[in-house]
């Protein structure tokens, strides 16, 4: 499934779309809670993409169960419910699509599965509808094994990131704008499987994460697109088992954040993904169940601010986002707000504050113990991460001698095999006329 949605409207509210028990669902973040607004679209398949237009119009696509693509748009706070693309077909095939908004006209890109993991990426004019001609873009590794994401840099600019498989898994993506679109550019091939993986990209250039699980170890790798191309890929972090990762800026500093057995890890640049910080556990979320969703804001998104394409989510709290809104302290705030007046200060209020700040000195003491002993404990937890990686380098090394040495013992029972079958060509009894011969003589 494509994952849910968070909007931040034209009006600098928060907003969800939520997909359950074939519904999508519309709620809005009010006064510390969500609040339910509504259904709006029955009957759908949990695969749905929402965009927003430079005007703040919403679009919603998704897909019928019985194969009709809808529309659901809102502008001027109404919603209009369209179908763009009626179904001809008895069965069914898994499509997600994205709304690729050009000034006036909507092009559509979506991939549609063929079954055996192997799906087509398309591209369609949806103002044309159903006389528009549908293009096959490129071949794709069907979903939900595959990867297929979308992320508008700025007027008609988008990324469209996906994943390939020929002899190997590859990671890449295509540049699309009004007049043109890029070839393929791939950005990482491998044998094993990518798990998860997240972007985020501006005119400057794009940042990847993601991960790659081996046979004994899962590895989470960072890699940077700009004007001199791509960078070499940078190990952030090895262990046994990474469940997801996310990378956004906020504030003008790059987070690369992933989530391993419910405990969340990140790790921050201050030179835009040419080096890294030592990767922090963060113990404030112990007990968050952990997702992702899409993420989508009206108002300017920067490095300056916040600037991301997706955000954790904890699924026990309604799909609340949780990390993100502890950094960019405006999250949940409008684009206005009125000033609030000073407060008149008075003897009683001097008295107040001279006893909080005693009690504040002696919390901070408290806090100030705590962290070096936390510290402790990070800096043990490094050590035994650093001897893992070892160790999962270690195990690496025998995995690959033993593939080496049985291709090596594979090819020696060939070459048995071969030698013995020519020993058994060449027997009498394989040989009708040497028998005739000697009994001739």
Not at 195 to 217: C, Q
Not at 384 to 408: G, S
Request: overall charge neutral; some cysteine.
């Amino acid at each position: 499934m494509n994952g849910n949605y968070i909007v931040k409207n034209k009006n600098g509210i928060i907003i969800s779309f939520c997909f359950e028990n074939n519904n999508i669902f519309l709620k809005e973040y009010s006064a510390d809670k969500w609040l339910d607004k509504g259904c709006l679209a029955k009957s759908v398949r949990g695969d749905f993409s929402v965009n927003i237009s430079d005007e703040g119009d919403l679009y919603l696509l998704c897909q019928r169960l019985q194969g009709d693509i809808i529309l659901i748009n809102n502008k001027d706070n109404l919603w209009n419910e369209k179908v763009i693309l009626k179904s001809k077909i008895e069965s069914v095939n898994n499509i997600l699509f994205y709304a690729l908004i050009h000034k006036t006209e909507m092009e559509l890109i979506y991939i549609i599965d063929h079954g055996n993991k192997k799906s087509d990426i398309m591209a369609q004019n949806a103002a044309k509808g159903l006389n528009s001609p549908a293009v096959i873009i490129d071949s794709a590794l069907s979903l939900p094994e595959g990867i297929f994401k979308m992320q508008k840099i700025k007027n008609s600019h988008y990324i469209v990131f996906y994943q390939k498989r020929n002899s190997e898994n590859q990671l890449g993506y295509r540049e699309i704008n009004a007049d043109k679109r890029s070839d393929y550019i791939s950005l990482f091939k491998t044998g094993y499987r990518i798990t998860d993986s997240s972007f985020v990209a501006d005119e400057s250039g794009i940042h990847f994460l993601y991960i790659v699980k081996s046979m004994f170890s899962s590895q989470l790798i960072y890699r940077k697109k700009d004007e001199k191309g791509l960078n070499n890929p940078i190990v952030l972090y090895e262990g046994q088992t990474i469940n997801l990762c996310s990378i956004f800026f906020a504030k003008d500093i790059l987070y690369a954040s992933w989530i391993i057995n419910k405990q969340l890890f990140y790790c921050i640049s201050k030179s835009e993904g040419n080096e890294f910080e030592r990767a922090v556990r963060d113990k404030k979320y112990n007990s968050v169940n952990w997702s992702k969703a899409n993420y989508l804001g009206f108002d300017n998104m920067n490095k300056e601010t916040l600037l991301t394409n997706e955000i954790f989510c904890d699924n026990k709290k309604n799909y609340e986002p949780v990390f993100i809104p502890d950094i960019y302290e405006q999250f949940y705030k409008a684009n206005y707000f009125e000033k609030p007046e000073p407060l008149k200060e008075t003897n009683q209020n001097k008295e107040t504050d001279e006893g909080i700040l005693i009690q504040l000195e002696r919390m901070k003491n408290q806090v100030e113990i705590a962290q070096k002993q936390s510290n402790e404990k990070d800096r043990q937890l490094i050590q035994l991460n650093n001897i893992l990686q070892a160790k999962n380098r270690e195990l690496l090394k025998v995995e690959n001698n033993l593939t080496k040495k049985i291709k090596e013992l594979k090819a020696e029972i060939n070459l048995l095999k071969a030698e013995k079958n020519n020993n058994i060509l060449k027997t009498p009894e394989n040989n009708p006329q040497d028998e005739k011969n000697k009994t001739d003589n």
